[in-house]
């Protein structure tokens, strides 16, 4: 599932008025450190759900607001399309988002995503849509990671204060950086807590520590799963990705982190997604055994992760690479490992980095008979 985040934080602010002086607006400016503790907050949440009312709550009192809302158009852990916050009580409503809603946000984070501060009479895309939720004042700060997101809106309601307590230039960038990394960090957390404890235990990662894991699967998780396909016979499709170097940039690792970061958030929770080596990710489809769901899927990974990347505000695009493998746990790990190395390694050479397959075993020797 394509992994564009929507999420809209409408903020309702009590009295803080708003002057103006020679053609300019004045307001009541939230401190960058208060604005600060909240995302150190939202930023130690294990779950989506926690990161997000810290946030709504944590902004709502920083601004003396009495309503946060949350519009979802992609949800990051379940199909949740609307939250609010009201009176400290969390509602979540399953109802989705108008599309052309949806395309109108992502249009303007595409071509424009700065912060923008609106006031009574000025002009946005957005504005129409405020108006329909209720909000007149607001500030709109666009949630940016390796693609556009979406955004938080803080405001007032409509017919309430003229003004509304407002965020300095510096500070709104850096919560749109930092809200969006709470928001995937308390995901990436997530979905590492329901992975199948039997994974990690082999290495000792989850023994003996009530920390929650925070960093994605690496080699010996991956060679620890491998062991259970074999053992157990399973049927599944192994997809290889290479990250080839983008022009101009040297750190390989970091766009190989963030790729496997948005594979993690695509596959389904019985799928295995691991990083191995400087510039590899490893996805262990489980119980897929047929060739054409398997290229299928691969396709959709590899389609997702040449999606833009924003490293350090600059937007690059990765070129990967795929190999896929099927295997039904009768050949031995170290064997289907070369031969995932050696697919790997066709479609890299591959002027067009196409996708190549292997069918399992099993399968090869029904084509031979």
Not at 43 to 64: K, P
Not at 146 to 164: D, F, T, Y
């Amino acid at each position: 599932m394509p992994e564009l985040l929507i999420a809209v934080a409408t903020v309702g602010l009590l009295g803080v008025v708003t002057a103006r002086a020679a053609g300019r607006r004045r307001a009541a400016v939230v401190a960058p450190e208060v604005v600060a503790k909240v995302v150190h907050r939202a930023r130690e949440a294990v779950g989506v759900d926690a990161a997000l009312r810290h946030l709504l709550d944590g902004l709502a009192t920083a601004t003396g607001a009495t309503r946060a809302d949350a519009l979802f158009v992609t949800p990051p852990n379940k199909a949740v399309a609307r939250v609010s916050l009201e009176d400290g009580q969390l509602t979540t409503i399953e109802t989705r988002p108008p599309e052309e809603l949806c395309e109108l946000m992502t249009a303007w984070l595409a071509v424009d995503p700065r912060p923008a501060d609106l006031r009574e009479g000025d002009a946005h895309p957005l504005r129409p849509w405020l108006a329909r939720m209720g909000v007149d004042d607001a500030i709109v700060v666009p949630l940016m990671d390796s693609e556009p997101l979406g955004v938080i809106v803080l405001g007032n309601r409509l017919g309430g204060p003229s003004g509304a307590t407002t965020l300095d230039g510096p500070s709104q960038r850096q919560l749109a950086a930092d809200a969006t990394a709470a928001l995937l960090g308390a995901r990436r957390r997530e979905l590492l807590a329901r992975m199948p404890a039997a994974w990690f235990d082999a290495t000792g990662a989850r023994i003996g520590s009530s920390e929650p894991l925070d960093t994605l699967p690496a080699e010996e998780v991956l060679r620890a799963r491998l062991d259970m396909v074999e053992a157990g016979r399973e049927e599944v499709a192994l997809v290889s990705l290479r990250v080839h170097p983008v022009r101009g940039r040297a750190d390989v690792e970091l766009v190989a982190d963030a790729v496997a970061e948005r594979l993690m958030r695509t596959v389904r929770r019985v799928d295995l997604t691991a990083r191995v080596g400087d510039d590899r990710v490893v996805v262990v489809l489980a119980e897929v055994a047929d060739s054409d769901i398997a290229l299928r899927t691969a396709q959709r990974l590899v389609d997702r992760a040449h999606a833009p990347v924003l490293l350090d505000g600059v937007v690059v695009r990765p070129e990967v690479s795929a190999g896929v493998v099927l295997w039904d746990g009768h050949t031995r790990v170290s064997e289907i490992r070369e031969e995932l190395d050696a697919v790997e390694a066709a479609a890299a050479i591959d002027p067009m980095h196409a996708l190549h397959l292997r069918a399992s075993a099993r399968q090869r020797r029904g084509l031979a008979a």
